[in-house]
C-alpha cells in the first residue's frame, strides 16, 4: 500500500524559508509524476510544483524563482524549498503522485493524481 508522507511546515516570517519533504513508502509505478499543491483557506487547490522522472520541473507563476521542487529516488522522497515565504503563501501543502506518464502534465491543470498525503501545514507571518 503507497503511503506519502508529508513533513518539513511550520510557522515562519515573511521572506524566511522552510523545506518541505514528502516521503513514500510502497510500490509506486513507473513512470510517474511527483507534485506539490496547496490550498489556502476559502480558495480552490491549487498545483505549485510538479517534476518527472527525468527530473524535468514546472512551477505555477507565483512561486517561480523561489520554490524549487526536487526528488531523491534512492530515498523516495520529494521536496520543496521554499525561500522568500509571502504571506499569500500560507496554506496546506499535499504531495501528490500521478503514475503511468511519461511526461507530467501542465501544472496549471486539474490533473488525477494516484496517491495523496495528508498535508503538512504552512503559516506566514508579518
Known amino acids: 500500500q503507497v503511503q506519502l508522507v508529508e513533513s518539513g511546515g511550520g510557522s515562519v516570517q515573511a521572506g524566511g524559508s522552510l523545506r518541505l519533504s514528502c516521503a513514500a513508502s510502497g510500490y509506486i509505478r513507473s513512470p510517474k509524476c511527483m507534485s506539490w499543491y496547496r490550498r489556502a483557506p476559502g480558495k480552490e487547490r491549487e498545483g505549485v510544483a510538479n517534476?518527472?522522472?527525468?527530473?524535468?520541473?514546472a512551477y505555477v507563476d507565483s512561486v517561480k524563482g523561489r520554490f524549487t521542487i526536487s526528488q531523491d529516488n534512492a530515498k523516495n522522497t520529494l521536496y520543496l524549498q521554499m525561500n522568500s515565504l509571502k504571506l499569500e503563501d500560507s496554506a496546506m501543502y499535499y504531495c501528490?503522485?500521478?503514475?503511468?506518464?511519461?511526461?507530467?502534465?501542465?501544472?496549471?491543470?486539474?490533473?488525477?493524481?494516484?496517491?495523496w498525503g495528508q498535508g503538512t501545514q504552512v503559516t506566514v507571518s508579518p
Open positions: 517534476i518527472d522522472r527525468f527530473g524535468r520541473t
Open positions: 501528490a503522485v500521478r503514475t503511468g506518464d511519461t511526461i507530467c502534465p501542465n501544472i496549471g491543470r486539474d490533473y488525477f493524481n494516484h496517491y
